[in-house]
């Protein structure tokens, strides 16, 4: 038997090798797609990735030496060709890849892609060193007795114990579910569920047996078609999970999920040969197979006993970090996945076969799997039960579906038993197809940008301009500042600002992350969904208008603007060497100011601002650790957010008093808002990712008009978007008339009332900026349909229900459509930009 140490010393080394090829084949990845590359390399959300990306070759060397150490047993007869070539080979990658590092240079092209299957061979090449040479070394039995009956109690009990751990989480976990009369309930079902999951399992298990145990060497068979299945259910979770998150769902991406999917299971597969035991037979396939995970626990009693002590404090520490930071539940899922695989692993290498099993445990064995099978048929199969508490839409459902929100354990086996999920419309189909086709589009696919023409070009001789200044806060929400709720006590500054201004109620983003929001702000349109067309300047009416009007500009140029922006001599660059995920509102404001204060009061040209600080964004928050300081309380709202909005507040309002003191407040245009809203756990939910939920589409909109400006018309509960600011700035400046366009914003202020009705519609399409997700906002803004072409799903919302509004039922006659509102859209938004895609 192997000393523990040994065991985790091996481990830990090989595991830092293979860790560190799957991260660099990620970051190929990431930089192949383009959207994932600029928010994840340019803009940085993920931190460490410039760290990782600068150091490479050092991390190479360090993560080479850790396979080279546990490769150097293999260097005997058998194995020593196999073994040197390898290493051989290892050492020639470093010298080239310390020559010519890899990816500080690699940018958003194709060969990304290559070197992201590239870097997946290293650990499947040291797996096949651990096969021909550990593996032969192997003493096969015959199959020890009892085995199904073992794996039967494995595979309950497990079942049973994710369903508790993870009602255990909930409570005590950050922004938890709350706990009600109905919970037990609740439990109870995720207990039934669980169970039937984990019994589908053993029936699998059972199978793979009884088949491997009619062959000579029945453990080796059992291994062999273990780890194929292992294969194939890691390719299956990377490509519908992970890959279909990101629209990697070509034959690329099944391509590269099977190649990840076989790199990893030959890499468990090489670590369980490497770890079996050199004095004993092996008599499981399955028990080999998990011996990786299984070792690490220990057969005492007592490290058992750590172990599954440990087990619960990692689902939970998992359920907490990955809830707030997360891709629509990706994170949170992958976590869940690992604490299945660990528990199913560790309940196999713990439960003793020989021991003979006590009444009760007979009764827990038997028992509740057959109570559990019962119930889920009677509930699910059974006809007439359709009215059950828990498949009914009545208060017991509601709480179900909350409560899966924050369960993704539980969430996941519904999901996996088809539970909760309507039966999908006819023609659906070809429907998610179409948004598909028409997101994230290749840049393989040439698009050059259309013009936009909002308005007239020249400008108008007579008239007076104010000066503009533009803030846009990424994801800040309304109901955060005291304009839009009266429970807000800590935005004073903004309310005195909103006293003097024009606060639009009823305001949404057009996108739904910043990606493809902050374009068409600058564009006041929609815009093709590519990240980004050639020569984008085509599209940008509003640095078309500041140019014609000669304004004197001063903007933070984050990565996007890099891309949208022409050259434009009268800028002053804002927040200069810095990087966009780092941009604060306290110090882009001193620095705007010290520029005013400095400007030549002589120079006739009127002054714009623009910029978007991530004060509030997620991301910043959890790089910050999710702080507040000391003494600051927020009850009914997420504190970490709300005292970052306080310090913005006081920001913004000190800056409002440099306009005042420079005399500039009473001629300007000035503008605070977002470029979308963000989940804070409403519905579990956190972040935006590729989500058009109702917090992530509401944005605060208050807009301040200088004096003379005043008289024109604005409806604040009319709806408006994001993409209506840059129309309503040439209306403002005089360009008139402007163009009406579905595709193209509104004027939010006019003349006379009148003039705003040609602008308005009865239905309005919004889509993210990351996913096949689209959506249409109807009724004066108060219901939302989705349709996400990621899970194949839509949802619908009552949007006055609060924050995060609230699921409604809608006919299909109303989704019909609002279907054909998002056809139309696309259609007319591939006609415009002259798109070379389907449209039907």
Known sequence: MRAPGSIVGFLALRLSFVAFCLVTSLYCLIAFIPFTYQQVIEFQVVGWTL???????????????????????????????????????????????????????????????????????????????DLAGAGRRITWAPAAHGEYRHLLRVCVVTGAALALVYAAIQPVRPRGVTLNAMTPLIVGWSVTLHVVVCLAIFGVLATVHAVASRWRHPAAVEFGIVVAIGCASIASIIGRLI???????????????????????????????????????????????LRPVAALAGVSRPALAASAIAWAALAYGL???????????????????????????????GFDRGRPVRPVGVAAVWGLPVAAVVVFAAVELVPGWAAAPWASAGALSAAT??????????????????????????????????????????????????????????????????????????????????????????????????????????????????????????????????QYPEQYWRMNALQQLLQGEHYQAFVSKDHILQRLLAPWPDLTELDRGRNASDYDACRTLAELGDDLARRDR??????????????????????????????ERYPGFFEPYASRVRRLDACFGGFLDVLRREHLYDDSLIIL????????????????????????????????????????????????????????????????????????????????????????RERYVVTSSYGPVYAVISDRGRSLYIADGVSNREFAFDMTAGPGGAPRDMADAERDASVRAIRDMIGDLARFARLPLDVR
């Open 51 to 129: 760290v990782f990306a600068r150091y490479h070759p050092a991390f190479y060397w360090a993560a080479f030496a850790c396979a080279a150490w546990t490769l150097r047993d293999d260097y005997r007869p058998g194995t020593r060709v196999l073994t040197a070539g390898v290493l051989g080979a290892g050492v020639v990658a470093g010298a080239v890849l310390t020559a010519r590092p890899l990816l500080a240079t690699l940018g958003n092209e194709a060969a990304a892609l290559t070197w992201a299957g590239v870097w997946l061979l290293p650990p499947g090449l040291v797996a096949l060193v």
């Open 243 to 289: 890959f279909a998150s990101i629209s990697l769902v070509d034959t690329t991406g099944l391509v590269l999920a099977g190649w990840l999917g076989v790199t990893i299971g030959l890499t468990l597969a090489g670590c369980a040969v490497r770890l079996a035991p050199p004095d004993e037979a092996v008599t499981s396939g399955l028990g080999l197979a």
């Open 319 to 349: 359920a907490a970090v990955t809830s707030v930071m997360d891709w629509n539940y990706l994170f949170q899922t992958v976590g869940v996945i690992v604490i299945w695989m660990l528990g199913l692993a560790w309940a196999y290498a």
């Open 401 to 530: 579906e909350r409560y899966a929100a924050y369960d993704v354990s539980f969430r996941m086996v519904r999901g996996l038993l088809g539970i909760g999920r309507p039966t999908p419309r006819p023609g659906m189909d070809d429907f998610y197809a179409l948004l598909r086709r028409h997101t994230n589009i290749p840049r393989t696919v040439t698009i050059v940008a259309p013009d936009v023409a909002l308005g007239p070009s020249a400008p108008v001789p007579s008239g007076r301009r104010p000066h503009i200044f533009f803030f846009t806060i990424d994801s800040l929400r309304p109901d955060y500042l005291s304009p839009y709720n009266a429970a807000v006590a800590f935005t004073p500054e903004i309310e005195r600002f909103a006293a003097d201004s024009t606060v639009f109620r009823n305001a949404f983003t057009r996108y739904g992350a910043t990606g493809l929001s902050e374009p068409a702000l600058w564009t006041g349109s929609a815009v093709p969904h590519q």
């Open 602 to 631: 002589s120079d006739p040209r009127l002054l714009f601002a623009f910029t978007q600080p991530q004060n509030v964004h997620i991301a910043a928050i959890t790089r910050e650790g999710g702080t507040v300081p000391p003494g």
């Open 673 to 760: 808002t977002s470029d979308h809203g963000e989940s804070l756990g409403e519905g579990g939910r956190w972040g935006h990712a590729y989500t058009l939920f109702p917090e992530v589409l509401k944005i605060p909109m208050i807009v301040h008009l200088p004096e003379w400006l005043r008289g024109a018309s604005a409806d604040p509960n009319q709806i408006a978007f994001s993409i209506d600011l840059t129309p309503s700035l040439y209306y403002l400046c005089g360009r008139r008339p402007l163009a009406v366009n579905p595709l193209f914003g509104r004027p939010l202020f006019t003349d006379r009332p009148d003039e705003a009705t040609p602008y308005l």
